[in-house]
């Protein structure tokens, strides 16, 4: 391509996204006024049919941009920290947690929203409703800071339901091995198999400056989820083998702390939101705020610097 072409296409999108940019907050702008023009019947006294009429007349927003705005900014209204980060980051920064802040939690979500991607905190509100479950509490906000930090994902369901799409002939090799014992009891006996079979083929781990993960041991962890995140109840496929211990503290890669997440999950362990993040994944739960005396929360704030730049 000649430079000049090169030029040319890198001031048109250099043009393209600062235009779209601008654009999208003077969007911003109009939907922070939709609910005073809502009250006030505006849109009528201007001779609008509806405001769904006057928002995609004057500002070509489509019905749902105008449902989803009048929506959250309901919510929001009377929580002067949830405002806050609407100002800051657009409506959509706290559209996860428009539901769940209460005037006594907006707070605590507010500084959520204001620190996470959209998808982590989506997948964070997601994993503390379902400690909130279990731990059957309140919205009080003290208490879900009690419980949630001891309560596992799983500690009310005694037992569990899975359909299974296998062959007839594993079918009548199961119900065989099962005999007059219970699915349970054979499940239990094939999972401790398994991992002694994997505990057995466990490399060592590796002490170096390298990033790389070694590949028996990058093949022995994903052998532990066939592939999947480790995070209790998540079925995504991994994206990221995290350091549970972090790699720039131990400049090690060990099999016992290495563990396959899913985005959204490492990011949450990279805010220091995973409680027991160093025992088994079958034992994290989410947890209210990071332990900001840990020597890893030096680390993910580093981390968290650096990938803004990125
Ligand atoms: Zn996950």
Redesign the pocket.
Known sequence: MEITDKILEKNLHERFKKYGKNAREWIEKCKLLLPEIARREIWQKRGFSSIYEYAAKLAGMSKNTVDDALRILKRAENKPELMRVIKEKGIGAIRPVAAIATTETSAFWAEKASEMSIHALE?YVKEFKKADLQAKITSDFRHVTEYSQNQNLFPEIKTETIQMEINPKTADELRKLKGSGNWDELMQKFIELYKEKLEAEKPAAVQTDSRYVPAAIERYVLAKTNN????PG???P?EILHHTKRYALTHAHDPDSLVP??????RLAHLGLIENEEKQPAEWCVRVAPDKSDKKYKIDQLVARHRLAA
């Open positions: 997948t999947t995140c480790a995070f998540c079925a995504k991994y997440l899913c985005l959204a999950h490492e």
